[in-house]
T-cell receptor, first 116, second 109 residues
């Protein structure tokens, strides 16, 4: 499978716990994005990496959220001290600079987080 | 924040009928894209239209773009049950996509 993969697909946690999600982009893609989607809404941008550099972060990304892409390949998104409002689908996407003019993004299946 | 609104929010049609959904956006764009999302899953890119294009076709999909009205429409012809999904328009820069609120399409047999 050469698509974007995410792990885990589902995560249930108690309020106050930390969680970490992983995203593996399409191998030749140098751009990686994280989005959050709540029920009945479109995805909302969280952050963007080009290679290992985090170039943009949304105001949605509070100080409890941190994302890394240490070697410019896979990425992790960590949420510390989870709150019930963090319950959402977390989507990862990747793209290549060859498409930079048009920014077609390829999405993974998402990680559904439920905070009890 | 969401880029704009999709209209209608929900649409139910019978197999074989055409489905039209509309998208409005707020800012100037380089391109506009449409994505499909099956229930609880990731998004799949359908079609991209550039700001200097007015209409584009891909299989059973037809997209129009009116930059003067900041609006786009997606037409799915001869719908199938497998077209049941949520459809989102998105405008983008190199660093991110900004999505609309989506249209939920239900195609019944």
């Amino acid at each position: 499978d050469t698509g974007v993969s995410q792990d885990p697909r589902h995560k249930i946690t108690k309020r106050g716990q930390n969680v970490t999600f992983r995203c593996d982009p399409i191998s030749e893609h140098n751009r990686l994005y994280w989005y959050r989607q709540t029920l009945g809404q479109g995805p909302e941008f969280l952050t963007y990496f080009q290679n290992e550099a985090q170039l943009e972060k949304s105001r949605l990304l509070s100080d409890r959220f941190s994302a890394e892409r240490p070697k410019g390949s896979f990425s992790t998104l960590e949420i510390q001290r989870t709150e019930q409002g963090d319950s959402a689908m977390y989507l990862c996407a990747s793209s290549t600079h060859w498409l930079s003019s048009y920014n077609e993004q390829f999405f993974g299946p998402g990680t559904r987080l439920t905070v009890l | 924040s969401q880029q704009g609104e999709e209209d209608p929010q929900a649409l139910s049609i019978q197999e074989g009928e055409n489905a039209t959904m509309n998208c409005s956006y707020k800012t100037s764009i380089n391109n506009l894209q449409w994505y499909r999302q099956n229930s609880g899953r990731g998004l799949v890119h359908l079609i991209l239209i550039r700001s200097n294009e007015r209409e584009k076709h891909s299989g059973r999909l037809r997209v129009t773009l009116d930059t003067s009205k900041k609006s786009s429409s997606l037409l799915i012809t001869a719908s199938r049950a497998a077209d049941t999904a949520s459809y989102f328009c998105a405008t983008g820069t190199a660093s991110k996509l900004t999505f609309g609120t989506g249209t939920r399409l239900q195609v019944t047999l």
